[in-house]
């Protein structure tokens, strides 16, 4: 019997085969496996295997102490994160309960392609006749494609009643 990780890995291996999207397959994963679920982090680091085309579900092996070595070569900068200044702007912050704020995500991919935009591709949103249950952190999260950089940035929106009665 496979034990409940490995188990998980082959299951979110043929969610990759069978393209869903990585909230997609997270999301299946939550509801079959509830509070035994891999974390966010470990289904995004094994998405991500799967997708590059790996085909193991097994861990990389580990051997010994990692190799460490100085030489006086020049060693290249390799930027693996090239999604840069991801900034979600709520205008307005604080909105009168009725009205409406506009959300904006901005980003720079660094020549990356876009994967994903949140759930969707679009970079804004207009909330209207916003309720108090509205208020609260909203966040902006932008992966690019091949490398599956992620950046997220978190706005708060508080939502008031302004009382003219004097």
Known sequence: MLNVQLEQR??????????????EAYAMLK???GNKCLSHTQV?????????????????????RPSTSKTGEKIEKIDVFPLKNVILSIEPRIV?????????CSYD??????YTVN??????????N?????????????????TFSTG???????????????
Not at 10 to 23: A, H, P
Not at 44 to 64: A, L, Y
Not at 96 to 104: A, E, T
Not at 160 to 165: H, L
């Open 31 to 33: 509801e079959v496996s």
């Open 44 to 64: 995004f680091e094994w998405f991500k295997r799967f997708k590059e085309g790996h085909e193991t579900t097994e861990d990389d092996s580990r051997p010994g």
């Open 96 to 104: 009168q309960r009725g009205n409406q704020s506009r959300l904006r």
């Open 109 to 114: 991919l660094e020549g990356q392609d876009l």
């Open 119 to 128: 759930s969707s591709n679009s970079t804004q949103a207009v909330l209207r």
């Open 152 to 166: 997220v940035d978190s706005q708060e929106m508080v939502v008031v009643v302004i009382n003219t009665n004097d």
């Open 130 to 146: 916003i309720e108090f249950n509205l208020s609260g952190n909203f966040s902006c999260e932008v992966t690019t494609d091949k």
């Open 10 to 23: 082959v299951n979110l291996k043929f969610l990759v085969k069978e393209g869903k999207t990585f909230r």
